[in-house]
């Protein structure tokens, strides 16, 4: 399943490299992206979707807001349920 | 009379030009650096011209990895940033190990790089590195300065970044055309406190969920000591009765001897914390991640339980365990508010409470280990209680770093200082030294192994050179314990480049350090020599020769669940 991620990211050194490495290390294929606008912020469109039934786009969008620099603004993610069964 | 005051008005109105250099130096002593640790070299040259004359004091390292470790256990043991610096190249990626260990156990350290002249960078010149490509996944944000005004504000911003939050390294990266470019500017930032509100809400869930539960625990990992919540978390823990586990980061949070404490989780953690949390019908967790050494297998940890989980860092709720209750925010008013809450009316656990407790005295680690060898868990303990309330250990990495974390007493998180996200060997002499320098009226000691001590024995000059009076324990066993310890028990007894016994002679080569040394080989002249080394009044080694067959116990093996703990035939623990 592919998930779209939107993003605000600072024009800096390593911003893309950065997110990019980000997504890819923490077990996310990248499908599809665009990069848009101009000047100090970049809007980055990116598809995703992880390796095995373990990622959970959500986290993701979690570890992308606590990087400097770049903001998630909007994102079209499943809505994952934390909720495990819990043994009796 | 006219031309002779107009450019002293200039003057005071536009400050003369200072090299880039000169402004990152003024810089760091604004912002209350006392202490770098670092290493020169071609590209970092016009800093090094600029750090004679000023108020910093520089710790000259021998290995830029000495200065990394040495400065992340400055921040562990201060709670303030550490620093070091070094020059492009290899200076720079000498630092990445450092770097990591930084992060994996957010540790606040800003790491100072030289790099070529931005003309030429791109061009693989002389010691040319993208370091800051090399380190973007071990630093929580990194900076290339292109222009010499802009040193004060990515400085602060970087130390802002690095102790603010969830703490963690940063980098940023001087092209040395930008130290000795001019500018007359000096602007910096001032960075207000985040500001993080708690949700009362979950607080208020978090509280009905203890009050329902049977058996809750909690489960206390590196962010409560990161946060300043020990005192928090201990008045929450003794008011409510709850008993506790501990990851390794974590120990010391609550006293080792505090009645609740059941020691650590995880793979070679206490029986008693390791059943309790198999047991448990709530995990309170505060400020830990879930690492795989703390939970064995995770899909069978802490089956019954469910889960109120408090971080400051909203990436880690959910990453590997559900959480029934998040509370993402501040820890210490987190806890604070908790306790609050839960002392309106006490809770009904005492057949949970005497069951833990039981079950610890049952399961205590026991010193009588048969033989006249000296035994290390019982050297570590002894040691520790010698050194009492200032004791801190700076732990290398193996099977003497899970002693030192099953049988050292801890009084408080900065006691002990250990590799625990990386398990980066190496990291105990230069942790050492960088610990002894940030609290000198401690009782300092590095623990160490005949295999760690060798990858940064390096700093052994440092000590000297400073007379830090830095105590080492050094365990030898004559080879590398903890893998030789999984040979075998899990790859058939096939011992595999695991022989350290062409060791070198430790004491001698201490002492051709000029550093005092002596050797401790019966278990009869343990107590004599713990006392040596510790009254010693400058750097000292004391060189333990211990059973090479001896092995860290309990075990929970790799892939396991936390209630299949294995132990040895040498079972030291209460119950045979």
Redo the contacts between chains.
């Keep these: 399943m592919t998930d779209t991620l939107h993003i605000q990211i600072d024009h800096a050194d390593g911003s893309l490299q950065r997110l990019i490495g980000l997504v890819e290390r923490r077990g996310f294929h990248i499908d599809g992206m665009t990069l848009s606008g101009e000047g100090a912020m970049r809007r980055l469109q990116l598809q995703v979707r992880g390796r095995d039934s373990g990622r959970c786009v959500e986290v993701l969008g979690r570890q992308i807001d606590r990087m400097i620099g770049a903001t998630r603004v909007a994102s079209a993610c499943a809505v994952q349920t934390f909720q495990t069964e819990v043994a009796a | 009379m006219m031309s002779a005051a107009a450019p002293a008005l200039q003057a005071a109105a536009t400050p003369a030009p200072r090299s880039g250099a000169q402004l990152l130096v003024s810089t760091l002593e604004r912002m209350g650096v006392d202490v770098v640790f670092g290493y020169p070299g071609g590209a970092i040259m016009p800093v090094y011209d600029a750090l004679t004359g000023s108020k910093l004091k520089h710790i000259l390292v021998r290995h830029e990895q000495g200065a990394a470790f040495a400065a992340d256990a400055w921040a562990r043991v201060t709670g303030k940033p550490g620093v070091c610096l070094a020059t492009s190249g290899p200076g720079a990626t000498n630092l990445v190990t450092g770097i990591a260990n930084a992060m994996m156990d957010s540790v606040p350290l800003v790491c100072i790089t030289g790099n070529v002249s931005t003309a030429v960078m791109g061009t693989d010149a002389f010691q040319e590195i993208d370091i ?2 090399v380190t ?2 071990i630093v ?5 300065v ?1 222009d010499p005004a802009d040193i004060p504000a990515v400085i602060e911003e970087a130390f802002h ?1 690095a102790r603010s ?2 703490p963690g390294p940063v980098l940023v990266d001087l092209p040395k055309d930008i130290q000795v470019g001019l500018t007359a500017d000096d602007f910096g930032f001032h960075y207000p406190n985040d500001v993080m509100l708690l949700d009362q809400g979950a607080i208020a869930d978090a509280e009905a969920m203890i009050r329902a539960a049977e058996r809750p625990l909690i489960y206390i990992g590196g962010g409560v000591k990161i946060a300043g919540a020990v005192e928090a978390l201990r008045a929450f823990a003794d008011s409510t009765g709850i008993p506790s586990v501990s990851t390794l980061n974590a120990l010391g949070s609550i006293r080792t001897d505090a009645p609740g404490f059941l020691g650590m989780l995880g793979m070679h953690g206490t029986r008693a914390a390791n059943e309790a949390v198999q047991d448990s019908d709530l995990l309170i967790v505060l400020g830990a991640r879930f690492d795989d050494r703390a939970t064995g297998k995770l899909t069978e940890f802490a ?4 889960v109120v989980h408090f971080d400051i ?3 880690e ?3 590997l365990r ?3 209750v998040a509370v993402v925010g501040p820890m210490r008013e987190g806890i604070e508010a908790l306790a609050a809450r839960m002392a309106t009316a006490p809770l009904a656990i005492d057949p949970w409470v005497i069951r833990c407790a039981s079950s610890a005295r049952r399961h205590a680690f026991r010193y009588d280990a048969p033989g006249d060898g000296v035994y290390a868990p019982a050297l570590l303990n002894e040691l520790s209680l010698a050194a009492g309330d200032d004791f801190i250990a700076a732990c290398d990495v193996g099977q003497h770093q899970m002693w030192v974390a099953q049988h050292c007493a801890f009084s408080r998180p900065q006691a002990h200082l250990s590799s625990g996200g990386l398990g980066a060997m190496g990291y105990g002499l230069p942790a050492g030294l960088g610990a002894k320098m940030a609290n000198p009226g401690a009782h300092v000691v590095t623990v160490s192994g005949d295999g760690s001590f060798m990858m940064n024995i390096q700093e052994l000059a440092t000590l000297r050179r400073y007379g830090v009076a830095l105590k080492i324990v050094l365990l030898d066993n004559s080879s590398l314990g903890l893998v030789r310890q999984w040979q075998e028990l899990f790859f058939d007894q096939n011992y595999s480049e695991v022989d350290l016994s062409d060791n070198p002679d430790f004491v001698a080569v201490a002492q051709a350090f000029g550093i005092e040394a002596f050797r401790i080989d019966r278990r009869e002249d343990v107590s004599a020599g713990i006392q040596r080394l510790l009254a010693a009044p400058g750097p000292c080694l004391a060189h333990v020769l211990i059973d090479p067959r001896a092995n860290v116990w309990p075990l929970v093996p790799p892939g396991r669940n936390n209630a299949e703990m294995m132990h040895g035939t040498m079972n030291f623990e209460g119950e045979i």
């Excluded at chain 2, 929580?140 to 290339?144: D, G, L, T, V």
Aim: proline share 12%; glycine share 12%.
């Design positions: 800051l490509g973007l996944p929580k944000h990194s900076w290339i292109r970044v939050g969830r089956p019954h339980a469910r860092d909203p990436a709720v959910g990453k559900a959480a029934h």
